[in-house]
């Protein structure tokens, strides 16, 4: 497939539909995925296109407290107890729907044919499950049809999304309520000593042992989500293929690191990916928290529209203005009666948010405009702490 012709219908801000990221998440060797890429054409020229993969998923992935003992306790006996074998369209390791239409064609038609396909293909594998994931409320309009071909919409767990509206960080903490603000120096000063350093690569294939060790810290850690698992290979590849639109911020002390965030430089939309961890070191340093403000900064330093700062941790995120962004997939098994089970058992296991709003900014978004006139009489962040880059 040509690149050119492969990236003529993709949109702003999709990099995961882009021929060079598929590339490089494919070569990447994560789990048991295998990948599949259905292309419509009409009259020679592509006017769809998606990514599907294969994928083994422990369905307890997302279950807690007592469902969980009892999900381990069966899978002593019996290791494939609660897996499911499903073909996803989608990436996976990114949020986001893959499928591209070409604009001006009848989506619904160019959908069905494309779902068909992908039907097939799972009947093929011998795989019963079909999942098209993610799609936000506003984006369902003529995904809904697939509910007409038996597909269930359930419900995901929530990206985390923040709008960039200030013209540096130090107005960002500025239009915070006062705790919140307090919050964030506080912890800033923990990472402000002469041997630590917080910088931002966008040439890292050199840290990729590192980033895979400090990365499985994190997954093993996890208590809300844990199903894909990365290696070097795939930190290799993201900055192999995609060059200056990826990143990472890298925490260092005594020159050795001790956190990361990987980050993708959309069109418009900067995207935190995933975070690593070296958890003795996290106590005092308030490493992942450093790393959460450092993506704030680095999006208003780039001219950025928005964050995508991913699923799980939502207090943290929420603490420093972010906003839950529900998703939504669609799921189909191919045996009936398991159509009406396997589904709504996925959703029951998937947890939601339930830790209410924050009210993190003084003002609304009018207000703050106004008060930017005012902001050079405030006192700026940088006199109050500063943290050393390289």
Not at 218 to 229: C, F, K, M, S
Not at 350 to 376: S, W
Request: glycine share 4%; net charge neutral.
């Amino acid at each position: 497939m040509n690149e050119k012709e492969w990236n003529s219908i993709v949109g702003k801000d999709r990099m995961i539909c882009t021929y060079k990221y598929l590339n490089a998440i494919e070569k990447s060797e994560i789990n048991d995925c295998r990948y599949y890429y259905p292309v419509v054409y009409e009259e020679g020229r592509i006017i769809a296109h998606a990514c599907v993969y294969f994928i083994s998923t422990e369905l307890d992935a997302f279950a807690q407290g007592i469902t969980k003992k009892i999900i381990d306790l069966i899978r002593r006996k019996w290791k494939g107890f609660f897996v499911l074998r499903s073909l996803e369209c989608g990436t996976p390791v990114a949020l986001g729907s893959t499928v591209s239409f070409r604009e001006g064609i009848n989506q619904a038609e160019v959908l069905s044919l494309m779902r068909r396909e992908i039907e097939n293909l799972a009947k093929k594998l011998n795989i019963g499950v079909v999942l098209f994931r993610d799609f936000y409320d506003e984006e369902l309009g003529v995904f809904d049809n697939l509910t007409e071909a038996g597909y269930n919409r359930i419900h995901n767990l929530s990206n985390t999304k923040l709008e960039i509206r200030w013209k540096s960080f130090d107005e960002y903490l500025n239009s915070m309520r006062s705790n919140y603000r307090m919050k964030i120096i506080k912890r800033m000063k923990k990472c402000h000593r002469e041997n630590v350093t917080i910088q931002v690569l966008r040439n890292f294939s050199r840290y990729a042992d590192e980033l895979e060790r400090l990365w499985t810290n994190v997954y093993y850690h996890a208590t809300e989500y844990r199903r894909e698992r990365l290696t070097a290979v795939f930190f290799r590849n993201i900055d192999q293929y995609l060059g200056e639109r990826s990143g990472i911020i890298l925490v260092k002390e005594d020159n050795m690191p001790i956190g990361f965030g990987l980050l993708l430089f959309d069109d418009e939309t900067l995207t935190s990916m995933f975070f690593g961890i070296n958890y003795d070191y996290n106590k005092d340093h308030f490493i992942y928290f450093n790393l959460l403000y450092k993506v704030v900064e680095v999006a208003i330093e780039e001219g950025m529209n928005d964050i995508d700062m991913g699923i799980t941790t939502l207090v943290p995120k929420k603490d420093i203005g972010f906003a839950v962004a529900p998703l939504n997939m669609y799921m189909k098994h191919f045996n009936p009666l398991l159509n009406k089970i396997v589904p709504r058992a996925f959703e029951m296991m998937t947890p939601q948010d339930n830790t209410g709003p924050r009210r993190v900014f003084k003002t609304d978004r009018q207000e703050i405009k106004k008060e930017a006139k005012m902001f050079n009489k405030t006192e700026s962040f940088s006199e109050q702490v500063s943290i050393k880059t390289e």
